[in-house]
């Protein structure tokens, strides 16, 4: 793909006093608004046996939808934490598909099945059952013998400590410290790993919980929560709307409630709660707007939940409860787009679900469409647009060193799968600028009616890109004739790269950016404060990704003495700043470097840095340094990618010299 005409381009240096012009006659428009980054996809875990895509069933499962589904879970567990355990029965309500079938298969990890029965006739009777090897991707099938087809069957288990879906954390490694905290973190394939379930978006079901655990903690779940519940060891859940099981969340420790609105509030731990009720102020508002644009938010209250520095995402929709990592905490509201992302997901997501992981962009791509929208109609057009273009900047850089396949946004039948692949910067970035395209193509009237009527038409169900494409044809395409060609469409969903006609979007507080950049590298003159002290955290992210890939040590300590980089409390300015620094050979941001990698799990913020030092030899030592350090505090999901990064590291034996840095070196080609 070439590079996106949105990067900035080079401009020679007589061009650079007409931007400055404009940076400054910009500045006295004076808007700096709140907002957040774009979205640098997350994949998915560290495993990495690919499997072969089909048209319609879900390769990351052993369950059989076609033979029997689970229509309610009902869950009586007991979390322990000295044994980092949770133990108990879970007891499915099944509906046969197949009146032939005599088994129920149900995915597992590293579970210990204790029994399984089956009730008949008002008994549980044990039933006979079968626990495969694991394998490394999906773990262990559980066959169960079921020749009665049973409407009921009741497991017994007990996870493993090492359950690749949960995180225990001792006292010390809460912001408390006095009491342990755990969470789940179920998408895309570890619900197994705490439930045995049919472990597939295609299938969806109710659940109830009765959870116990020490009485000094506080048990939350994806489910009906009740900020008034009182904290004494035993609890009950219900999630009446049917869910997929990647939705299955649980989380405990010293958490506290406080309300944003009648519906939506904050639980956090008592040091946290003040500092992101006033950070996710805007919740409500963000709920109300998403609601005008596209229905009725269909799930009773929306709360925020808000995890240790070690939860390896930046937030996951967890229904009615989206876990959200604090480091978007940073005082001045800058990176609440999250927020509306995982608030987006209420429509595009859980209420309607990508089928498999290959339609992922179902989910992503959607909710990153939403989620913009959602911030441009709270804070402006130019701050959603400076968010697009800082997405579509790493979008452009991630999809040319990706396979054709994998570029496309549907995976094709056929294709080779790997877990880590199936969602990636293309299913959020390329999924959104397709609709992006689609609403300039039919316009926002039209394209908001068919949105909307959209997660109306297939609310509560699970489906596949085609049934997407069949309903937007019938409903869409086919009524406005002449507005999109097949071949666009067909170019769009399965074609790599991105279109030459897709809609561009730029960002004039950019241009002022991009014009400061310049003349600071074609002079050692820093813009004005004036400039620069209005920048919101997005131009600092611009400024820094449009930077050239090293700079000289000189450069390095005077942009650090002038903006304090180094130490930052914003991890998507470290996450740019620490491998600039680390490329750079600017060895004084080590300390801070190495503080901040082993405090924060969140993988989008580490897995840069750690990249970044792999490269050379002393980087690699450095790495495993931190790593041995941090280990014991990350999540297993970072624990993973890290592990793997470090094992398939090529070192080269010196330091890469700092290069001088030159507006020359600076930039990708021009298109
Ligand atoms: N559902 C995802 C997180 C996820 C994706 C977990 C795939 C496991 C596998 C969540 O909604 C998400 O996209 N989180 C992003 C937020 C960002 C794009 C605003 C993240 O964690 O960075
Ligand atoms: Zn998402």
């Not at 996809?41 to 589904?69: F, G, I, L, M, W």
């Not at 787009?337 to 309607?352: D, K, M, Q």
């Not at 068919?450 to 044809?473: M, P, V």
């Not at 080269?652 to 001088?660: H, W």
Request: glycine content about 6%; hydrophobic content about 40%.
């Amino acid at each position: 793909m070439p590079s996106s005409p949105i990067r900035p381009r080079r401009a020679g240096f007589p061009q650079l006093a007409a931007l400055l012009l404009l940076s400054l006659s910009a500045l006295s428009l004076g808007a700096c608004k709140p907002g957040a980054e774009g979205s640098p996809a997350p994949a998915t875990e560290a495993r990495n046996t690919p499997v072969t895509a089909t048209a319609d069933r879900d390769e990351h499962s052993y369950a059989q939808p076609d033979k029997v589904v689970t229509e309610d879970l009902a869950l009586d567990l007991a979390l322990d934490f000295d044994a980092r355990t949770i133990a108990g029965t879970a007891t499915y309500t099944l509906q046969w598909k197949d009146d032939t079938a005599t088994e129920l298969v149900l995915d597992t990890r590293d579970l210990a099945i204790d029994k399984v029965e089956g009730e008949a006739d008002g008994q549980w009777q044990p039933l006979q059952f079968a626990l495969a090897p694991a394998d490394p991707t999906l773990g262990s099938k559980l066959t169960i013998e079921t020749p009665q087809r049973n409407t009921r069957v009741r497991v017994t288990y007990t996870t493993s400590p090492d359950a690749s879906g949960l995180q225990w954390l001792t006292p010390e490694m809460t912001e408390g410290g006095q009491l342990p905290f755990m969470f789940s973190q179920s998408q895309q394939i570890h619900a197994r790993s705490w439930v045995p379930l049919q472990d597939t978006p295609a299938i969806r079901y109710t659940y109830t919980a009765h959870v116990t655990s020490r009485p000094d903690v506080m048990v939350l779940m994806s489910a009906d929560n009740d900020p008034d519940a009182a904290r004494d060891g035993d609890y009950t859940f219900s999630m009446p709307q049917p869910i997929p099981s990647y939705l299955m969340a649980i989380a405990a420790g010293d958490l506290v409630f406080k309300p944003i609105s009648g519906r939506a509030g904050v639980w956090a731990e008592p040091a946290t709660i003040d500092r992101a009720v006033a950070e996710f102020e805007d919740t409500e508002k963000m709920i109300e707007t998403t609601e005008a644009l596209y229905g009725p938010y269909r799930w009773e209250r929306y709360d925020l939940l808000i995890l240790p520095p070690s939860f390896p995402y930046g937030g996951m929709e967890n229904p009615r409860l989206s876990f959200i990592t604090p480091t978007v905490i940073v005082g001045d509201k800058s990176l609440v787009s999250l927020i509306a992302h995982e608030l987006a997901h209420s429509w595009s997501g859980n209420l309607v679900t990508f089928s498999s992981a290959k339609h992922g962009w179902l989910n992503e791509g959607f909710t990153s469409y939403v989620e913009n929208r959602i911030v441009e109609s709270l804070y402006g057009k130019e701050f959603s647009d400076m968010e697009y273009v800082i997405a579509r900047n790493a979008l452009a850089d991630g999809i040319a060193a990706m396979p054709e396949a994998t570029q496309a946004l549907a995976v094709r039948p056929g294709t080779e799968l790997d877990a880590d692949d199936a969602l990636s910067a293309v299913s959020y970035d390329k999924g959104a600028w397709f609709l992006q395209f689609l609403e300039q193509r039919f316009g926002r009237e039209v394209f908001d009616a068919f949105l909307r009527d959209y997660f109306d038409h297939f609310a509560f169900q699970s489906i596949t890109t085609e049934q997407f494409l069949d309903y937007a044809r019938a409903n869409l395409f086919d009524k406005h004739p002449d507005t999109v060609t097949d071949a666009e469409i067909q170019e769009w969903v399965y074609g790599p790269g991105i279109p030459a006609y897709a809609p561009q979007v730029l960002s004039r507080n950019f241009g002022i950016v991009d014009s400061a950049r310049l003349a600071w590298l074609g002079s050692p003159q820093l813009p004005p404060r004036q400039i620069t002290d209005a920048w919101s955290t997005q131009e600092w992210l611009h400024f820094l990704d449009s930077l050239p890939p090293t700079l000289t040590h000189a450069q390095m300590a005077q942009l650090d003495a002038a903006y304090g980089f180094t130490g930052t409390d914003n991890g998507e300015i470290a996450m740019r700043w620490y491998p600039l620094a680390v490329r750079s050979g600017y060895t004084e941001a080590n300390d801070a470097l190495a503080a901040f990698t082993e405090r924060v799990g969140r993988r989008k913020l580490i897995m840069p840095i750690y990249t970044a030092l792999v490269q050379t030899e002393p980087g690699l030592a450095l790495a495993k340094e931190i790593f041995a350090r941090a280990r014991p505090g990350y999540h297993p999901i970072t624990t993973a990618s890290v592990e793997k990064l470090i094992a398939e590291a090529k070192p080269a034996p010196a330091p890469a010299p700092a290069a001088d840095a030159t507006t020359e070196t600076s930039e990708a080609p021009s298109p």
